[in-house]
């Protein structure tokens, strides 16, 4: 099993931006990869970003395209998430996931949420 701890979200200003990190521990190593995922309230989950651990192949929402960027750091068994150009529709709980591939249906195991608000 492995466990997921996101954190660095906040409250920013429309076109700022932020950096989210999510801390894996336990079985990572069982993994194929990481993404994140968020929600709005009353919406659904929506997929944002994936990452391998192996390679870093990267997969994206067409919604953050040329905004946001995923990485990852395999010794600090760290995922990152970088926005920048935020919008207010960014604003959503933002969740860390582990999975066995890049699509968003491949995703299994979750972290608790931190929370992004964007104002206007």
């Known amino acids: 099993q492995v466990q997921l701890v996101a954190s660095g979200g906040g409250l920013v200003q429309a076109g700022g931006s932020l950096r989210l990190s999510c801390a894996a521990s336990?079985?990572?190593?069982?993994?194929?990869?990481m993404g994140w995922f968020r929600q709005a309230p009353g919406k659904e989950r929506e997929f944002v970003a994936a990452?391998?651990?192996?390679?870093?192949?990267?997969n994206y929402a067409d919604s953050v395209k040329g905004r946001f960027t995923i990485s990852r750091d395999n010794a600090k068994n760290t995922l990152y998430l970088q926005m920048n150009s935020l919008k207010p529709e960014d604003t959503a709980v933002y969740f860390c996931?582990?999975?066995?591939?890049?699509?968003?249906?491949?995703?299994?195991?979750w972290g608790q949420g931190t929370q992004v608000t964007v104002s206007s």
């Open positions: 996931a582990a999975g066995w591939g890049l699509q968003p249906s491949r995703f299994n195991s």
């Open positions: 990452i391998t651990w192996i390679g870093g192949n990267t």
């Open positions: 336990g079985r990572t190593f069982s993994y194929y990869a």
